[in-house]
């Protein structure tokens, strides 16, 4: 196997629906933010804490369980019904 493009491996993850746009920017909280802010909730620390831990805006930690609820289907695998098989 040969190694992979540089190119293609530090592109920045995009959602690949608007030309230019990155994911940190349509979710407005760089990787390292959300990583922590999710793993803190994991945990089942408040809002407040992490917010002052993480040094954000409690609206940014109220964000990203809403968001993860809002893009729940696109964690799903999509069986298409038997009368289409």
Not at 13 to 39: H, M, N, Q
Not at 52 to 75: C, D, F, I, Q, W
Request: net charge negative; proline share 7%.
């Amino acid at each position: 196997m040969g190694a992979l493009n540089s190119e293609i491996v530090n592109k920045a993850f995009s959602p690949d629906i608007i030309p230019g746009i990155v994911d940190e920017d349509a979710i407005r909280i760089p990787y390292e933010k959300l990583d922590l802010i999710l793993l803190a909730l994991e945990k089942g620390w408040d809002n407040d804490t992490i917010a002052t831990a993480l040094t954000v805006g409690t609206e940014k930690v109220e964000y990203v369980p809403n968001l993860a609820l809002r893009s729940e289907h696109m964690r799903q695998l999509y069986t298409p019904p038997r009368s289409l098989c």
